[in-house]
């Protein structure tokens, strides 16, 4: 059975009408974008779609703007076929979109996130303290020398291990622009960022505690499946680490070669990049030949996916079934009510909701949608008997509108406690 990790870039995404399609053609994308931009106070649609290279490139903008594409293209899949992957990664701002596919940081909390990390970045930014740049063509103890011999080792750091022969280095300008030259010299490829800061790297501690403070006040969701963490270049699944986590993204190197390790590990032999371009499937490929890459912002890829998962039966368990979902949310959640008369209107309920199954698909879509809610609510009345507690309920409700792409659709039928 194949297996799939999902992957979502970071810098380098952005250009000008990524992510049009997706909002042309789902309304479940343009939802997203018109989500994101209400929270970041920013018209992002029109900013991906008309806005100019320099504004785009904007820091604060370009991660926003990645951000909601990456999550309005993942929304998209799912609204297509929705089959879960074993894991998820995401590369530095892709990290965040990771996360949002994941489940465990809702949208609205991750454009608060990110909205409060551009201003952190670019107060700091405004010192001009440095830059970044992508080395290519080279390998890792090249750049590791290049920056000993300098004598710079506490100005200039190898701030992301992309591939074998793609790497970053952040430091500051000055400290840069000599090892720039050394790596040139070496026959290294020097593509400087001059509008990215110096991140990933300790030229951004003095920003961590307040991006800390603020990340801590969120409150994270348990995962439906892991990702793996820019960090450790490990498995990411408890939500009280993730505050942490995100802090140290700001001063430590992206592992992303080191994270591609694990795919071995756990069985993964197809990556999906939830892209509106290809940009890490082939360091994916460098590093492990036999997976088999797609990007489901390219048409081509989105046909061959569609192929797949239509001609193998078994993918059909891993599609999101809202009325299965919600059959497996009443019959997993433990009873904590020992009053078996209350208890048998939860089998009620459970006979009901399963009776719906073949009726939903019947239906034209408002109908649908009241339907939904219903159920819903009945759902949250069987919870409730079940003694479940508030913030439980609340989790799974949610969990439930996210994996089925119903969250705009029903957020607003449904009695949330």
């Given at each position: ?335 904590k009510n020992k009053n078996e008369m209350e208890f048998n209107e939860v089998i009620a309920i459970y006979q009901t909701i399963r009776n719906e199954k073949d009726k939903l698909e019947t239906l034209e879509q408002e109908q649908k949608k009241n339907k939904q809610a219903e159920i819903i609510n009945l759902l949250i009345k069987a919870l409730k008997i079940k003694k ?17 792409n119903t969250m705009y659709e029903l957020g607003n039928k449904i009695k949330i406690l």
């Amino acid at each position: 059975m194949d297996k799939f990790a999902f992957v979502f870039p970071g810098q380098g995404t952005q250009f000008i009408q990524m992510g049009k399609f997706f909002y042309d053609s789902y309304d479940i994308a343009k939802q997203t974008y018109e989500e994101a931009s209400e929270v970041a106070g920013i018209d992002l649609q029109n900013l991906c779609f008309n806005g100019s290279v320099s504004e785009l490139n904007n820091f604060t903008n370009m991660q926003l703007c990645i951000l909601a594409t990456e999550v309005a293209i993942y929304r998209s899949y799912v609204h297509d076929f929705g089959v879960r992957p074993q894991l998820s990664i995401g590369h530095s701002i892709g990290e965040y979109a990771a996360l949002v596919s994941s489940g465990a940081v809702n949208l609205e909390d991750a454009i608060r996130i990110m909205v409060r990390r551009g201003e952190l970045i670019e107060k700091l930014n405004e010192k001009e303290i440095g830059y970044m740049s992508i080395i290519e063509g080279t390998n890792y103890q090249v750049i590791s020398d290049c920056i000993k011999k300098s004598g710079l080792d506490n100005s200039i750091f190898i701030s992301c291990f992309n591939s074998n022969s793609q790497f970053a280095i952040s430091g500051e300008s000055h400290a840069l622009n000599l090892v720039e030259q050394q790596l040139i010299d070496n026959e290294a490829m020097v593509t400087p960022l001059f509008n990215s800061p110096p991140i990933h790297s300790p030229l951004m501690n003095e920003i961590c505690m307040d991006f800390l403070e603020f990340t801590s006040s969120i409150e994270f969701n348990q995962f439906n499946f892991p990702i793996i963490s820019n960090y450790t270049g490990k498995l990411l699944s408890d939500p009280s680490k993730i505050a942490k986590y995100l802090t140290h993204h700001l001063v430590n190197p992206v592992l992303f070669s080191q994270s591609m390790d694990l795919f071995d590990k756990y069985g993964i032999n197809k990556t999906i990049e939830m892209s509106p371009k290809l940009l890490l499937s082939e360091f994916i490929k460098e590093n492990n030949p036999r997976i088999e890459t797609y990007c489901y912002g390219l048409i081509n890829d989105r046909e061959s996916l569609s192929d797949l998962f239509n001609s193998d039966k078994n993918f059909e368990k891993d599609m999101p079934n809202f009325i299965g979902r919600s059959l497996s949310i009443l019959a997993s959640t433990e009873n904590k009510n020992k009053n078996e008369m209350e208890f048998n209107e939860v089998i009620a309920i459970y006979q009901t909701i399963r009776n719906e199954k073949d009726k939903l698909e019947t239906l034209e879509q408002e109908q649908k949608k009241n339907k939904q809610a219903e159920i819903i609510n009945l759902l949250i009345k069987a919870l409730k008997i079940k003694k479940v507690d508030s913030k439980q309920i609340n989790n799974v409700i949610k969990a439930l509108l996210d994996e089925t792409n119903t969250m705009y659709e029903l957020g607003n039928k449904i009695k949330i406690l």
